[in-house]
C-alpha cells in the first residue's frame, strides 16, 4: 500500500524536469528579434563606426536601426584604419544626417598611400546633409588642397586640428561677392568693438573654439588672418613653434583708431610647447607684455609658463590662470601673483615645485635674506618653529597656499597630479 505514492512521485518529478527542458529549449530559440527597438539601439551604441557598418548587412530590420539617427550623433573615424574617400562618400549618403554633433577623422598625411582626402565637393555635400555639426576634429590631415576654411560647414562651433599641414591663406575670410565685400567693409567701420549676436560674419564662419595641436605650418600671418573672425573666443595653441612674441604683440587687443583692434573677442588663450627638447623657441608669451583687454582666462604650459609669468601682470581684465607641464618655485609663483589681484581661480597641473632652499642665519644678508623674510610674513608662518620650517623646505605646496592666501583671498587655488622636487642634499 506504500509503493503506489512512492511510484507516484517519481512520475510527478519526471513530468517536471521535462517541462523544465521544454522552457530552457523555448528559452534557446529566443533571439535578438524579440526585444524593443530602443533596447537594440542602446546595444548597437556601443560599436564602432565600422561594427555598425557590418551589423546593416546582417537583416531589414538591422539595417533600419542601424541608420537612426541616434547612433550617429558623435562619429570618429580616427580608430579605422584605411579610411579613403570613397569610404567618406559611402558613409555621407548612407548614414550620416541630421543628427550628427561631431565628426572626428584621421587624414592620410603619414600614410605611404597618400592622395586627396577631404574635396571640397565632399564637404558641401556635408554641410548640406549635416546642418547641425557643430565639432570637426582632423588629424594628420592635410589641408593644403582647400583653398579656405569657408569650404567648411558654416554651423561649426569648435574646429580642432592636430598634426595636420596648413596653407598659407587658410583661415583668411574673403567675401563671396561684390555685395558681400561692401557690407562688410561698412560693418567694420561702423563698430569693430561690438559684440556679435545673431549669424556670424559675411562669410559664414561662426567658430567659437580653434584648437591647434602640433601644428607647425600655423604661422604669424594664419594667427593675423583669426582677427576678421568675429566670433573666435578660445584659442588654444600647443606646439605652434612658429608662432613669435611680434605676431601675439600685433594680434593682442588694444585701444585703436577705431575702437578695440586685433583679437577682442578672445577670452580664453592657451599657449603650450612641451616637445622638441633643446629647439630655439621664441617664447610667443612675451607677447602679452603689452597687455590684452578683454582676455578673461589664460593657460600656459611647458616653456611658455615662465616668460608668461613675467607678463601676466599687464593682463587687467584675467581672472582664472592656468600652470602645466612645468617646474616651478614657489618664489617665482609668488612673485608673479603680487601684481594679479582680480584672480579668481588659478590652476596647477602636473607642476613640479622646486622646495624652497633656506640660507644660514649667518649668510642671511643683501636682498635674499629681505625677500625671504617677506615670504615667510606673507604665509603667515612662525619664525620660532623649526618644525614647520623643516616641512616647508621638503614640501613648498603647504606654505604655497597660505602665501597665495594672503596675497590672493578671492582666488580658488586647484592642484591636480603636482609633486615635488627633492634633492639628494
Known sequence: MQAQPVC??????VRG???????MDEFKACNLDYLPENILIDMLSYLSVRELVRAGRVCKRWRRLVKDQRLWRTVDLTAWKGVTSRILWLLLRQYLGCGLRCLRLRGLLLSARGGTFLSESWLKALSTKCPRLSKLYLLHADLRCLPSCQLLPPSLQVLELRGCELPLL????TPTSPAEAT???S????????????????????IERLVLHNVPS????????????????????????????????????????????????????????TGRQGY?????SLGLGTGWLGLEELSLGGKEVGPGLLCASRLKDLKSLCLWACTLSEMQIVRSCRMLRGLRRMEFLEVIFQPRQCPPAQEGEGDGGGEEQDNEEAAGGDN????????????PIPSLRRSLAVLLPSCTLVFTNCSVQISAD
Open 8 to 13: 507516484a512521485r517519481k512520475s510527478v518529478r
Open 17 to 23: 524536469s521535462t517541462s523544465f527542458v521544454q522552457k
Open 170 to 173: 587658410f583661415f583668411k575670410q
Open 183 to 185: 557690407s562688410s567693409d
Open 187 to 206: 560693418a567694420q567701420q561702423q563698430g569693430k568693438d561690438r559684440k556679435g549676436k545673431g549669424h556670424g560674419s559675411p562669410s559664414g564662419i561662426g
Open 218 to 273: 600655423f604661422t604669424d600671418d594664419h594667427l593675423q588672418s583669426l582677427a576678421s573672425w568675429e566670433k573666435l573666443s578660445r584659442l588654444e595653441l600647443r606646439d605652434t613653434f612658429r608662432v613669435s612674441a611680434n605676431g601675439l604683440r600685433n594680434c593682442s587687443a588694444k585701444d585703436g583708431a577705431c575702437g578695440v583692434e586685433g583679437l577682442s573677442r578672445l577670452k580664453f588663450l592657451e599657449l603650450g610647447i
Open 280 to 284: 630655439q623657441l621664441q617664447m610667443a
Open 384 to 395: 620660532s618653529n623649526d618644525e614647520n620650517k623643516e616641512i616647508d623646505t621638503k614640501d
